[in-house]
């Protein structure tokens, strides 16, 4: 545009003054812009890209192939294109990076009418995430450099990178209270002081178990039926506040939490009981762009801008898998958990406020916190003093701090782990078995 302007004030000038010769420079110029704006015009709209990858939803270690296609739909040949795969900041900036680059995903080419060519990379998944790829920046412009034009030319792809899994041999965190006081969904012992109801006699019952009474009225033995009174199962209780989790030790500490909830819960899925996830953490599928899409962007920075995913999501709605078995209830499980981030949202006495009525009595809470205020002691204490099965495990590496931390859990009954490092996951869960 100052190119333009420039152009045409000069070229009054040299008409009012007589100048023929600076005229015909202007009139030269003048031609050579609108020239040059057109063919680039053409030459951007002529170019179209598609996105291939093998896999969407990989584990950490795996890699995953990302071909994506350019071609020149139009009659006139393009002398360059600079070609961009766009990878989010947050899964290159880590050492190692969360998404390790193998390959070229920028490309400088020219193009000739109809001609395709393809930009191959891979992408090696090193730390679980929700990682958006692209989108597809081209940019295009006049051999002058007088004009250049950006465009948005494929939709983004999202890859999902499931958290680590750690194998818990003998974990078992159903209550060793046979006799209790919380009726359960779910059968798997039986409490003799509670007395459901009676039934037929069948053989092998004890006779401890026949009803007396029921069978002199009726002239056929017949047995108890008692309730089931075991807390079976476990609703993971994770705490994902911003403000909770000390920069310095981010993302490491983060990572380890989202591991230990993980293994937790795909230990107890294979014991066949119940499991459930809450969680104040932000869902990254909530900062997906539903539009602001453009096609004529001026700038490589608008270009990024304009696709990619927002930086953060007002929504303060927690994040909750509700406790329940099934085929699908891991796999939900470490969707979410690969999704989930750090957010500034509800703190844990909110989050429970929001979501007691979701959460079942019949299984154990187990909290992972990455600190311990007053306020979370008041709120797990008393969640405890309402009839749920609490335990804590505490995201913290020095001795001292997990002392420091553990002792308010302590006085209100709450029985307490540490969870150091990865190694620890299995130390910490195998003491549930010995408790």
């Not at 739909?73 to 947050?90: N, S």
């Not at 187990?366 to 797990?380: G, N, R």
């Not at 540490?418 to 996951?425: F, G, I, T």
Request: net charge neutral; aromatic share 6%; glycine share 6%.
């Amino acid at each position: 545009m100052n190119w333009l302007v420039g152009a045409v004030l000069i070229l009054v000038l040299s008409l009012i003054f007589d100048l023929g010769l600076l005229a015909y420079a202007m009139y030269a110029l003048l031609g050579i812009l609108f020239v040059s704006r057109y063919l680039t015009s053409q030459w951007a709209e002529s170019l179209t890209a598609d996105r291939e990858c093998n896999r969407l939803t990989a584990d950490v270690g795996d890699s995953v192939a990302v071909v994506v296609n350019i071609q020149n739909t139009g009659k006139l040949p393009i002398p360059w294109c600079l070609v961009e795969d766009l990878l989010p900041r947050r899964a290159l900036i880590h050492e190692p990076p969360n998404l390790a680059v193998e390959g070229r995903r920028l490309q400088l080419s020219m193009l000739r009418a109809g001609a395709k060519q393809s930009l191959l990379y891979q992408l090696t998944c090193n730390r679980r995430g929700y990682y958006q790829l692209g989108p597809l920046v081209l940019e295009t412009g006049d051999l002058f450099g007088l004009h250049r034009r950006y465009r948005v030319a494929t939709k983004p792809h999202f890859l999902l990178v499931l958290p680590v899994v750690i194998p818990l041999a003998g974990y078992d965190v159903s209550s060793k209270r046979p006799i209790g006081e919380v009726k359960m969904t779910y059968r798997l012992f039986e409490d003799p002081t509670r007395i459901a109801g009676v039934r037929r006699y069948e053989a092998g019952d004890p006779l401890s178990r026949v009803n007396w009474r029921a069978t002199a009225r009726t002239g056929q033995l017949h047995s108890k039926v008692y309730e089931p009174s075991t807390v079976a199962g476990a609703t993971i209780l994770l705490e994902y506040h911003n403000a909770s989790h000390s920069r310095q030790h981010e993302p490491m500490r983060s990572e380890l939490a989202v591991t230990a909830a993980a293994s937790i819960a795909n230990a107890l899925y294979e014991m066949g009981q119940q499991v459930g996830l809450v969680t104040n953490g932000r869902d990254a599928a909530d900062r997906i762009r539903q539009e602001g899409w453009d096609s004529d962007i001026r700038t490589r920075d608008a270009a990024r801008s304009s696709a990619s995913m927002l930086d953060a999501s007002d929504r303060l709605q927690p994040v909750v898998v509700d406790t329940r078995r099934g085929a699908d209830q891991l796999l939900q499980i470490l969707e979410t958990l690969a999704r989930v981030e750090l957010t500034d949202g509800l703190t844990l006495s909110q989050l429970v406020g929001e979501t007691r009525d979701r959460l079942p009595r019949d299984a154990t809470i187990i909290a992972i916190l990455p600190q311990v205020t007053t306020e979370t002691a008041i709120t797990l204490g008393s969640l405890r003093r309402q009839g749920y099965a609490v335990t804590a495990i505490l995201n913290l590496y020095d001795e001292y701090d997990f002392a420091q931390a553990a002792g308010p859990l302590i006085a209100v009954g709450i029985e307490v782990q540490q969870l150091r490092d990865e190694a620890s996951v299995v130390a910490v869960c195998r003491k549930f078995v010995l408790r």
